[in-house]
């Protein structure tokens, strides 16, 4: 049996979606903007698509806006907040664990004469909402803090922001990376949340690969916003101008669809919880496993330190059609900054591992991989030191 | 005749073969065929020091083509070239306008002629006096320099047409690939062994490889970045089998049985030995390593002589003398570098110890081995050793 546990790198496709992708590339292959009726078929795909994200974020279709995935949602979010928003001030707030995609356009921005302040986290793995409070200044004119770390599943105060905002009189703009989050975290709605732009994707919720969304508070008119952000890409009139180019209409359907399917994010939640639990029971009868999660964190991730290093256990389990991460990226020098900003010793960093879980996650998987993980622990010799 | 336009390559070193130059020639000629047969259909003729590849109608990238013939062993340049009618008002019309956008680039230029033709009717001085004066009138920007020119402008009459080119560029140099035998090179992954086995490809060697996977302490992707290497050093030397050995047993028995400090020497004795082995089955007559004197503990001068015990086979280490910026600048050239840089594991860095011997003692060394069921543990790896082919990339 597969038993894949790498589910916050990406699901497999549930049956829904991949219908819904191979309908729209057989059948309603039209262009969503063309006038006859071939092509609103295509539109009626993108509208049916666009209320299924809209219900699950609590918020309106209109709020929602398609793109390629997670990395260009956080990258019209960060760059285009800050080409929208530079006459306001220049301070940019992050926090240090977020993803690549926005600490990258947060450091482009920095050799465009932006500050940049990345918020550390504490050994837990969370940004202290006294720190975002402390680093909001008037000057500030972006916070971007995800609503889960894709490494340790640590839930960060983001519903804190918008106080710290308010109090500082700053003209911030709120972005709040939720990949990891949607669908999965309870509670994930971006009004209530006083959250202004919300990044989610579509494959980390059994979707496709290509297809994503970013959530803009008031929705977005060229010129005319409540929130400033400004599109990146240039072109149609599709997606508002914030994201021209014709749809990819079959990825939007699979995304759609794939948010249709999943299960209620309460109901999940109790069933990952039991899975969680599960895992760290067994866990605790193994000797020399420590936790890295905080006991608060995200149910569906489970990051561990085994004591073997990393990259021969991942081989070792993958050889039994066991797939789970490393914590770590890779080996050799490239050790995680989300482990090292909470300040893990090396040893633990170099034998990191992620487990994530989705729904449809068994227990029987997690006993595959604890007895996988045993047997790991006896077999793989490490240097005698 | 038809314009036509051809890459030349010069022959390097062969040139001062005696009576066996035919073969070398033959050797070039059938590597390059290899070569550029991914291009479409060529015709090839030989003489006086240089290769004519002709195109066929089906030939879309000439310019991708003289890339390739640049990584051919044995040819020291090379250049594309207009082949045209030995008539010198064919030349004098056609040399402006083929070389139009280099005459414009540059400020100086001289032109060189050849006449291995002596019934052409114009001397090669007079060629050039000809063929300067035209062009100097065509662009008046530029100016003669006969000692450092920008551009060579040059017409070359040979028996059966008249070949005009521009300057030529430098080729792979060498010795054509499997003109001077077959070895094996030990490769893991890292920087130095693809510069290894390029530098012996050069002087004519056919490679085989040998590389020890180490599952589950080294990856797939590791195995991955080795076929990749070699698919770049391909390019030069044509295809490559690659002799992929299951070393876990091996390296975990040294692990679990031997004193630490040996780890690195141990395991090398046995990779040599077992590559010694597969490199008798597939009659390569030396072995090959990316070595260089006092790089790492196992490559101390005593370390070294431990290695070479070990094996009866030549042993060749092209990078011996080499300084690592040295061996990285050639990396860089082959476009191994920035693979070789991967972070996987491979199975040097697997157990590494932490004070590795650099003084070795043979005996002690001897006696580290005799804890172990060598003759078993290399049987067992040689029969459980997978062999595939890997094809230029």
């Known amino acids: 049996m597969e038993c894949y546990l790498d589910n916050s790198a990406t699901t497999p496709v549930c049956a829904e979606a991949a219908e819904a992708v191979s309908d729209a590339l057989l059948h309603n292959w039209g262009n969503p903007s063309s006038l006859y009726r071939k092509g609103m078929q295509a539109e009626d795909i993108l509208i049916s698509a666009r209320e299924a994200i809209a219900d699950r974020l609590y918020c309106r279709p209109e709020e929602v806006f398609f793109t390629s995935g997670g990395t260009e949602s956080n990258n019209i979010a960060i760059l285009g907040t800050a080409s929208a928003m530079r006459r306001y001030g220049s301070r940019i707030v992050i926090s240090s664990v977020e993803h690549s995609s926005v600490e990258e356009s947060a450091r482009t921005l920095e050799t465009q004469g932006f500050e940049v302040v990345r918020l550390p986290v504490g050994p837990d793995g969370i940004v202290p909402a006294e720190a975002i409070a402390r680093a909001v200044n008037r000057n500030t004119i972006l916070v971007s803090v995800m609503a889960v770390n894709n490494e340790v599943g640590a839930i960060q105060p983001v519903q804190q922001i918008r106080r710290a905002v308010r109090a500082a009189g700053a003209p911030a703009v709120i972005h709040c990376d939720a990949v990891q989050a949607f669908g999965k975290l309870p509670g994930l709605r971006p009004g209530a949340m006083g959250v202004d732009l919300m990044s989610v994707s579509a494959h980390k919720v059994h979707g496709p690969k290509g297809a994503g969304a970013l959530y803009v508070r008031g929705g977005y008119k060229k010129g005319g916003s409540s929130v400033r952000v400004s599109p990146r890409t240039f072109g149609g009139l599709q997606e508002g101008t914030l994201r021209p180019g014709t749809e990819p209409v079959p990825a939007i359907a699979g995304f759609g669809a794939a948010v249709r399917a999943l299960p209620d994010t309460d109901e999940a939640f109790v069933h990952v919880s039991q899975l969680r639990d599960h895992l760290l029971e067994g866990l605790a009868a193994i000797d020399g496993i420590t936790v890295n999660s905080p006991p608060d964190a995200l149910p569906y991730i489970v990051n561990i330190s085994t004591g073997v290093n990393s990259e021969p256990m991942m081989n070792f389990l993958s050889r039994r059609e066991i797939y789970v991460s490393s914590g770590s990226a890779c080996a050799k020098g490239h050790k995680s900054r989300v482990l090292r900003s909470m300040g893990l010793p090396d040893a633990a960093i170099a034998s990191a591992l992620r487990v994530s879980f989705s729904h449809e996650t068994t227990h029987a998987m997690i006993d595959m991989f604890l007895d996988a993980l045993a047997d790991g622990k006896r077999s793989i010799r490490t240097a005698r030191r | ?393």
């Open chain 2, 1 to 393: 005749m038809d314009m036509k336009e051809v890459i030349l390559l010069k022959n390097g070193e062969i040139a001062l073969k005696g009576l066996n130059r035919r073969s070398f020639e033959d050797k070039m000629i059938k590597n390059l065929r290899y070569r550029l047969s991914r291009f479409g259909s060529w015709q090839f003729s030989a003489a006086q020091s240089t290769v004519t590849a002709i195109p066929g109608d089906d030939v879309a990238d000439l310019d991708a083509a003289a890339d390739a013939c640049g990584k051919v062993f044995g040819f020291v340049g090379y250049s594309k070239a207009l082949m045209t009618d030995k008539d010198m008002d064919v030349i004098r019309a056609v040399t402006g306008d083929y070389l139009e956008d280099a005459l414009r680039a540059a400020k100086t230029f001289k032109v060189c002629a050849r006449r291995a033709d002596k019934k052409f009717p114009f001397t090669s001085p007079e060629i050039c006096m000809e063929m300067g004066g035209v062009l100097l009138s065509r662009f008046p920007h530029l100016s003669v320099d006969v000692h450092n020119p920008d551009l060579t402008v040059n017409i070359e009459v040979r028996d059966r047409a008249a070949f005009i080119h521009g300057n030529q560029l430098k080729g792979a140099g060498g010795l054509p690939t499997g003109s001077a035998g077959k070895a094996a090179v030990l490769i893991s992954g890292g920087i130095d062994s693809p510069v290894a086995a390029w530098m012996m490809a050069k002087r004519g060697l056919e490679i085989e490889a040998v590389h020890f996977a180490s599952p589950p302490y080294t990856s797939e992707r590791a195995e991955k970045k080795v076929h990749d290497l070699l698919g770049r050093v391909a390019q030069y030397s044509g295809r490559i089998r690659l002799h992929v050995v299951p070393f876990t047993e091996l390296q975990e028995a040294i692990r679990d049985n031997c004193p630490e400090e040996l780890f690195t020497i141990l395991m090398r004795r046995y990779m040599m030995r077992i590559a010694q082995t597969i490199a008798e089955q597939n009659d390569c007559g030396a072995l090959i390593t990316g070595e260089s004197v006092g790089q790492v503990a196992s490559q101390t001068l005593y370390a070294l002589a431990c290695t070479d015990e070990a094996v009866s086979m030549p042993v060749f280490r092209p990078l011996i003398g080499m300084d690592k910026n040295e061996v990285i600048e050639i990396s860089r050239r082959i476009d191994t570098f920035e693979l070789s840089i991967l972070p996987y594991e491979d199975c040097c860095t697997v157990f590494t110890p932490k004070h590795p011997r650099t003084h070795p003692k043979l005996y002690y060394v001897q006696q580290a081995e005799n804890l172990l069921e060598s003759e078993r543990l290399c049987s067992e790896a040689i029969a459980g050793t997978r062999t595939l082919t890997i094809r230029a990339h």
